[in-house]
C-alpha cells in the first residue's frame, strides 16, 4: 500500500495563478482532509471530506476549493495564488472509531511570488 | 471555542535528561487527544493517543480534565527524540484536528 500520496512535492506560482494539488489515499478511507502548516500556527484545517460528493469547511478555507469524486481522490485547487497561500500542504486520510487516526501525506511545499 | 495550546516553540535539553512538552486544551465534552511526531523533512506521524493510553518510543501522555492537559514525557531524552511535536484535538468522530502550534525538541549530545 502507498498510503497517502501528494504530488507535487515542490510547487512554485506567481501571483494570480492556479492550480491543483492533488492527494491520493488507497486505504479505503471516507474521511480525507487538507491541512496548511506554517511556522508558529500548527496545522490548520483548510477543507475536510466525510465521503465522496461530501465535503465542508475547515478554519481556513478561504481561497481554496475541493471536491470529492471518487473515495480515492481528494484534489485541492488554488483558484488565484496569493502571496499569503505560501506554505506546506498536506493531505491525511482517516480511520473514524476507535482506532481513530490520520494518515499524512508527504506534503506540498508552495511558493507563491 | 476549541483550543490547542503548546507554550514553548523551543525545548533544548541533553541527552538522557527528563522531557516534558506541555500541551492545554479547552473543549466543552469528552476530548480526543493525541500528539502527533515530525522528524525533520518526513510527514507527520501518530506518536499517542490518550484514549489507548499506551508508551510509544518512551513517551506517554496522561489527560488531566482537571487542568485541561495533555502534557507529553519522557524520561531520558535520546538525540533522535528530537522533531517538531505537535498537540492535536479531536473533534468528535468528524475526522477534524485542531492542532497547536507545535514545540521543537532539540536533544543535545
Known amino acids: 500500500n502507498a498510503g497517502v500520496t501528494q504530488t507535487p512535492k515542490f510547487q512554485v506560482l506567481k501571483t494570480g495563478q492556479s492550480m491543483t494539488l492533488q492527494c491520493a489515499q488507497d486505504m479505503n478511507h471516507e474521511y480525507m482532509s487538507w491541512y496548511r502548516q506554517d511556522p508558529g500556527m500548527g496545522l490548520r484545517l483548510i477543507h475536510y471530506s466525510v465521503g465522496a460528493g461530501i465535503t465542508d469547511q475547515g478554519e481556513v478555507p478561504n481561497g481554496y476549493n475541493v471536491s470529492r469524486s471518487t473515495t480515492e481522490d481528494f484534489p485541492l485547487r488554488l483558484l488565484s495564488a496569493a502571496p499569503s497561500q505560501t506554505s506546506v500542504y498536506f493531505c491525511a486520510s482517516i480511520t473514524t472509531g476507535r482506532d481513530y487516526e490520520q494518515y499524512f501525506g508527504p506534503g506540498t511545499r508552495l511558493t507563491v511570488t | 471555542a476549541q483550543r490547542v495550546t503548546q507554550p514553548e516553540k523551543l525545548l533544548s535539553v541533553f541527552k538522557g535528561a527528563p522531557v516534558e512538552l506541555k500541551c492545554n486544551y479547552s473543549?466543552?465534552?469528552?476530548?480526543?487527544l493525541f500528539w502527533y511526531v515530525q522528524y525533520s523533512r518526513q510527514r507527520l506521524q501518530l506518536l499517542l493517543r490518550h484514549i489507548s493510553r499506551e508508551s510509544i518510543k518512551g513517551f506517554t501522555a496522561d489527560l488531566n480534565k482537571g487542568e485541561t492537559s495533555f502534557h507529553l514525557k519522557k524520561p531520558f531524552a535520546q538525540e533522535e527524540d528530537s522533531a517538531m511535536y505537535y498537540c492535536?484535538?479531536?473533534?468528535?468522530?468528524?475526522?477534524?484536528?485542531?492542532f497547536g502550534q507545535g514545540t521543537t525538541l532539540q536533544v543535545k549530545p
Open positions: 492535536a484535538l479531536g473533534s468528535g468522530n468528524t475526522g477534524k484536528l485542531i
Open positions: 473543549y466543552s465534552g469528552s476530548p480526543e
